[in-house]
């Protein structure tokens, strides 16, 4: 299989159309040596010669010409790519202001790292807003991530993903109080509970509904994860915000038949219209990264159930 390399068909070209090996290095700002050598170590790919050499001059053979027909174009077109990329780069430029809700920041604080990353150019203001997409205009920001119905039809939103909160502790907690193994027993402990999240006042297992009495509640839902990592109590939590705490044994699942409905994320912004190549590029970044986390999401609620 060849391995053309493109500077040196970029090379061949230019000689071809200049006739000689010097013109074609003036015009690369090279020496004519290197020209000669990679056109001989390109004939040698191919095996077979491409120009014909006299002492006056030089001439395409017929197989450098059939190679010049084909050859040409296909550069043109991959330089013509190369040269859009590398313009759209230059343009992922500016400043985005993005809401995100308190507990988003500890979901995609990785993600935005890595997006700043991949595009130092793009300028990055991050608010924790408690009202959503509400504060869009107040903020003047390009997007938040919120959850829930949005009940303003003059913005956009971008579904991302549905989630569930299920009961979470840590294995202090649990070790310092009566065992868990029915939902009736969730009222002997302290359960804790955010209204920046929605807080679960009742449960429904098998048609029976069980009120449920917090000893806690804080209008944060980052202070609810921690107070929860603390050993406070028990919360209502989404998975994807413990996947790591489950994996090191900071907090453990507790009846794991009990969980929410499902609740849905959202990106919310103004307009599709004017959105510059960065808000574009952030927004996509955004909308994988919710895939993977739905992905995460459902595996764990369907190991939890079988």
Known sequence: MYQLNINDL????AVAKLGSFSKAADSFDTRRALVS???????KQLGAPLFIRTTRAMSLTPSGEQFLEQVEPLVGQFLNAARMVENQQSQLQGK?????????ERLLDRQIAEFMRKHPQIKLEIFMVSGGYRELTRLGLDFVIDV???EDSSFVAKKLTSFKLKLFATPEYLAQHDEITCVEDLAQHSMIASTGGTIQNHIMIDDQTFSIDYSLITNDFSSLFSFCLAGAGIAFLPYSLVTEHLENQQLVSILPEIESDYIDSYLVYPSRQHMSLAAKMFASNIIDVAQELDKSESAYYSNKLK
């Open 10 to 13: 970029e090379l061949f070209i």
């Open 37 to 43: 050598r990679r056109i001989g170590e390109l004939e």
């Open 96 to 104: 985005l202001r993005i809401g995100l809700l308190p507990f988003m």
């Open 148 to 150: 829930g119905k949005l």
